[in-house]
């Protein structure tokens, strides 16, 4: 990982009996693409209010660019932070609402001009310089807000849900817009949204957050291919989550036997500590189904699961299948509707849930709070 | 479809609107009316032909033109420091948490719903207890204390109404406190200030009850109408009445359109705009 520009050391925020931040431990690294992903209500805008400084922490410390300012007042962190309400000043044109950081820098006159006209130009609103921010639409807005904020090269910008407000078309465009931006400055950016899918488009790495707490970070693939978490696994995408025992552990695969008895394969560098009671998942799309109305299924090396489907849903370009296991659990099964799978398998039908064993990851027991 | 019945409701409400109005306005048009009348002898009561003289010598009475100079000297002060006073109690009744916010906030309106007999006479207690010389300083105090609640009203509505973040954003940029104050929280308050401060003009020029109690030998033009109505009021009195409606209702009239564009121009909404603002 890259020289950390942010530390957050066991940073906690409490309103009253409240905990809304719970002794938080992250590093973020520099001029990356971070994402605070988590639902409504984790903690998220706490943070990041505690890292520009408008919330002060019950306990632990803020670091920016290995200095601690968790005592340093707003104005004078070297971070800036877009709004989500944008907070826009209404009686200032949008170049008066640009400049408004510049001229409390006391930069001079010309330098701020042209600095002005170059973070306009950024977010491609040159022409609408003289403006009221209130005549403009929420996705200009929202760029104000942004060329407001990077205009003073701050160390790190922090957006809290900055696409929050807007229609699905332009949250699309502006999503690319920005990490383009960011690709071209350079400057940390932190990115707090609830949108896993957000978050997965656009950021490097990205923290998974819930009731106060950092669940797991990771890049996308690793967030979405090893969950660590029953949360983070239901919370990105969907998982299927199945109790096991672990009977052997030699070598790089370990074998544990699913309560409904299936001997199933599972890479051993995902086994959480040396438990013996486990939970391990796959994800609905790495399933295949195989109709076994006519012997044994063919093995070859995958993980097996026998049952029977209770519903078959088809949705285009797949098919999504609900499969009643034998152990008793629900099996979610995504299917392909390429050639050589014709959509052929209705409810009732005796099938084998087969898949790679490497996909398969596993999660804390213990939690067993899905999202 | 609209009946007969409609119709006549319509009428009847019609006609009872403009008597009710006639009977607000009268008395008013009466006293501009008058000011044009060329009276003679003592009383002004009876019509007796159309004059401008006392527009052209609006000093002509003794003591007229010192009474309407303290008024205007003191609603202007009273504006001033009402306005100051009340701005910064308002932010710090909306901005911050302390101990005895709940109770300011509720007191604030206490002069508001205290009689202004009971008022005047209290404060008239008080001067007396401490000993003060009433005069043109105790009415002061008097009336800043009175339009002080209405100044804390006004200013918190529009307090209330704004994105703290806007604030917040200032400080994100650099801006300290002082900063933030004189560039974002005052620029945007700016009408809700103008609406404050026209009504404490407005309430402090024409007040008579506390006045009275408070004036000692100063006399203000509502003291000195009061006083002159025993041997017969000079239409002088009219005269600077009707320049007095005439100047707050232009105020108010440009202040509600100052608002108005404000608002469009800010995009927040102004709850129904009154020319008093509360
Ligand atoms: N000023 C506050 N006073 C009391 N509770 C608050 C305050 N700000 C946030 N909270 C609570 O803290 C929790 C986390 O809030 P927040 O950080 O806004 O979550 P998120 O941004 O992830 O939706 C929520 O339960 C919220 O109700
Ligand atoms: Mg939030």
Redesign the interface.
Known sequence: MAEADITLSGLTKQFGDMVAVDDLDLEIPKGGFFAMLGPSGCGKTTTLRMI???EEPTAGTVNLAGTDVTNV????RDV??V???Y?????MTVAENVE??LK??KVPKAERKQRVAEALELVQLTELANR?P??MSGGQQQRVALA??LV?RPQALLLDEPLGALDLKLRKQLQLELSRIQADIGITFVHVTHDQEEAMTMADQIAVMNEGRIEQLGTASELYDTPKTAFVANFLGTSNLIDAKVLSRSGEMAEVEADGGARLRVPASVLPGSDTEVRIGVRPEKLDLEAIDDGSPSANGDNVILGHITDAAFVGVSTQYVVHTEGGDELQVFVQNSADHPPNLGPGRRVAATWDPTTTFAVNREESDGA | MRTTADRIRTWLLGTWSLLAILFLFAPIFVIVLFSFNDNQGRFNFTWQGFTLKHWKEPFAVAGLGEAMGTSLLIALFTTLIAVALGTFVALALVRYRWRGRGATNGLVFLPLATPEVVLGAALLGWFLTMGLVRGFVTVLIAHVMFTLGYVVITVRARLEGM?T??E?????????QV?TLW??TL??LAPGLAAAALLSFAISIDDFVVSNFTAGQTVTFPLFVYGAARQGVPPQVNVFATAILVIVVCLMFANLAWQRRAAR????PVPEAQPLGI
Do not use: M, W, Y
């Open positions: 520009g400084g408008f007042p707003a104005h004078k800036n932070t709004f989500q309400s907070a826009l000043f209404p009686h408004f950081g409390r820098k009221r209130t005549q407001r904020a003073n | 994105d973040h806007i917040e954003a200032a400080a994100d940029l650099g801006a300290g900063t560039k974002i620029p945007l121009k800010e995009g927040i």
